[in-house]
């Protein structure tokens, strides 16, 4: 049986926007890159392989759903994939700083998707008291 808390996430993913799926998978990234840092950290390799084998399995899903008829996925490919390089190497050699350029990055993007997140609620009309989710 699922859980009060795992149901509720559920829910939240599946009547969630696609512009809102896309800030989750962002945050989930993150979060599962820092997961992996700290088993690093704490030589838990195990449980950093897991964690980010997460982070590695949203970047490729953002590889794969990329539009090519857009000239920013041309722009964004290359960085999804230098990305993903550095989350197999730094797990692979169990080295931080690669996992912190990657951390880096997709922080940036996360930021960069909020802010055009905002741009285009504000366009809508919807303002800051609309019901965007920035």
């Known amino acids: 049986m699922v859980n009060a808390a795992e149901a509720y996430r ?4 599946m009547s969630a926007p696609p ?5 989750m998978l962002y945050n989930g990234c993150l979060k599962f890159i820092d997961e992996g840092i700290g088993a690093v950290k704490d030589k838990k390799y195990e449980d950093a392989n897991v964690s980010l084998q997460k982070a590695q399995r949203i970047i490729s899903e953002f590889r794969l759903t990329l539009n090519m008829e857009y000239e920013i ?9 230098y990305i ?12 931080v700083s690669k996992l912190d ?11 960069a998707w909020v802010g055009a997140m ?10 800051k008291g609309g019901k965007g989710y920035a």
């Open 19 to 23: 512009e809102q799926l896309t800030l």
């Open 84 to 95: 993903y390089d550095k989350l197999v190497e730094g797990n692979i050699r169990s080295d």
């Open 118 to 127: 905002k741009k285009a609620r504000e366009e809508k009309g919807q303002g």
């Open 73 to 81: 996925s041309h722009q964004l490919l290359p960085l999804y994939n």
């Open 10 to 13: 559920r829910q939240q993913v």
């Open 101 to 111: 350029e990657a951390k880096g990055i997709v922080t940036e993007l996360r930021d």
